[in-house]
């Protein structure tokens, strides 16, 4: 079993920056998906970035690339910096592991693993 403990949400003013971090307790298995997903109410839990574990590779939602950046930090820990926030960036934020891989990095329903989810709000 793994645990995911999140830690970084808050408020914060639009343009300003926000750093979340997610510290597994198990080192993450070489190429296997951590990654960031979003929900507000009245809407579906929606991917916002993933890092295959040892590999660097990244991918990221529309909506945030070139203001969000995913990183892993260490073995264990995994971290979102947000850049230039948005009110529409305000949510739940939670991260997400996965044992096994697949394309569809995105899809909330293929991850085994959540953390508690950590709120982030953006005032404009």
């Known amino acids: 079993q793994v645990h995911l403990v999140e830690s970084g949400g808050g408020s914060v003013q639009a343009g300003g920056s926000l750093a979340l971090s997610c510290v597994a307790s198990?080192?993450?298995?070489?190429?296997?998906?951590m990654a960031w997903f979003r929900q507000i109410p009245g809407k579906e839990r929606e991917g916002v970035a993933v890092?295959?574990?040892?590999?660097?590779?990244k991918y990221y939602a529309d909506s945030v690339k070139g203001r969000f950046t995913i990183s892993q930090d260490n073995a264990n820990t995994v971290s979102l910096q947000m850049n230039s926030l948005k009110p529409e960036d305000s949510a739940m934020y939670y991260c997400?592991?996965?044992?096994?891989?697949?394309?569809?990095?995105?899809?909330?329903?293929?991850?085994?693993?959540w953390g508690q989810g950590t709120q982030v709000t953006v005032s404009s």
């Open positions: 997400a592991y996965r044992s096994s891989y697949s394309t569809s990095w995105a899809s909330a329903a293929d991850y085994n693993y």
């Open positions: 198990v080192s993450l298995v070489y190429n296997k998906p």
């Open positions: 890092t295959y574990a040892g590999t660097g590779i």
